[in-house]
């Protein structure tokens, strides 16, 4: 069987490309190698403002709006508290986000494979679109670059009591070397996870998962099932080369997760849009040219400055070094930093090609 585009991957990454792609009228198919997609979830699903606003989500698959963050030192003494007039950060229910998002795919003419491993026999495909995850058999294939810089995490999900929504950032590197401890309560489940580097990590992650948890005042008791979930997290930055004559990379393939903060979710929606973009005019055009508008070294530079940040934050292996760095964040300028940084309008870029895609499929809708 021959196809137009063959996106590997069931994520919010590959839906959406695959749903963009159907919409222009290719022959799009998914495969997945997960037999259901309620199974496997590697992501906290914190959606940030701005995807909130320019993203059509599902307004019953997102939990309470958060505006305060608390951010601790390893002492866990006098955290920051910082609170947003603005309705920040939402969590999702991603089961029903991927239910939803497979849904509209299939609207759009995509056909989806679940339980069907890549590559995929029979099927030949003039173009293929990797979002395989961060370790992403797609990039090798087509020997595009891969995921070096990762980190590791795990995190627990459960029903809770109502309460105050509230974003708990803790930073040990006892606990989560290169990276933080969280605790998400939205008064209506919490979300508890840590993660860091895997060669500084002093137990297993689920160990230090319990220490955290028995730990940290906060966390509220579960009401109700517990879900487990956890993977690697690309942190290195969008890859140089994620394009060639016969595919790209999109979602975490690509490396586009916020160095800094570890978000996924709106780089994989912004850079899937100008995936799709890109990749309809190279398919309509034959025209190899187009493919420079999807490269990853211009991505790159967006994030420099959170680049920096990554390597700092992974060089503090001390909770003393941690500690005087938090004296610097409770003045006025450290408060102002640390608000501009989560509070931000800062987001992955949107492009003009994506901006052009998204208007022309509105206007033949």
């Known amino acids: ?41 590697r992501t906290t699903g914190i959606f940030v403002r701005r995807t909130l606003e320019d993203f059509a989500l599902p307004e019953h698959h997102l939990g309470p709006a958060v505006r305060r963050v608390l951010l601790y030192p390893p002492s866990l003494r006098k955290p920051v508290e910082l609170v947003s007039a603005r309705d920040e950060f939402r969590v999702a229910d991603m089961a029903g986000i991927y239910a939803h998002a497979l849904a509209a795919a299939r609207q759009a003419g995509a056909r989806i494979r679940l339980g ?23 990039a090798r294939r087509l020997g595009l670059d891969v995921n070096r810089r990762l980190i590791i995490g795990v995190e627990e999900v459960y029903p809770v009591g109502a309460g105050t929504p509230t974003f708990h950032c803790v930073l040990d590197p006892r606990l989560a070397p290169g990276y933080l401890a969280w605790l998400v309560d939205d008064g209506a489940h919490a979300h508890l996870g840590l993660a860091g580097r895997p060669d500084r990590l002093t137990a297993p992650l689920p160990r230090l998962l319990r220490s955290f948890r028995d730990g940290f005042p906060p966390v509220p008791a579960p009401e109700g099932p517990v879900r487990r979930r956890g993977g690697p997290i690309p942190v290195g930055g969008v890859l140089r080369r994620i394009a060639c ?121």
Request: charged share 20%.
């Open 1 to 41: 069987m021959m196809v137009d585009v063959l996106v590997v991957g069931a994520g919010l990454a590959g839906l959406h490309t695959a749903r963009l792609l159907a919409l222009q009228g290719f022959d799009v198919l998914v495969c997945e190698r997960r037999s259901r997609l309620d199974v496997g979830i």
């Open 116 to 138: 069907v491993p890549y590559p995929v026999e029979g099927v030949t495909a003039r173009f293929t679109i990797g979002a395989d995850g961060a370790r992403s058999t797609v």
């Open 245 to 365: 004559a016969e595919g790209l990379l999109v979602g975490d393939a690509s490396g586009a997760v916020s160095p800094l903060t570890a978000g996924g979710l709106d780089p994989c929606l912004r850079l899937s849009q100008l995936a799709a973009a890109v990749t309809g005019d190279y398919l309509r055009t034959g025209d190899t040219s187009v493919l420079r508008h999807y490269d990853g070294t211009a991505l790159r530079a967006r994030f420099r400055g959170r680049l920096l940040l990554r390597d700092a934050l992974s060089r503090m292996g001390n909770p003393a070094t941690v500690e005087l760095a938090f004296r610097l964040l409770r003045t006025r300028p450290g408060r102002a930093a640390a608000s501009r940084l989560l509070f931000g309008d800062g987001s992955f870029p949107d492009t003009v090609a994506a901006q052009a895609l998204t208007r022309r499929i509105r206007q033949e809708k």
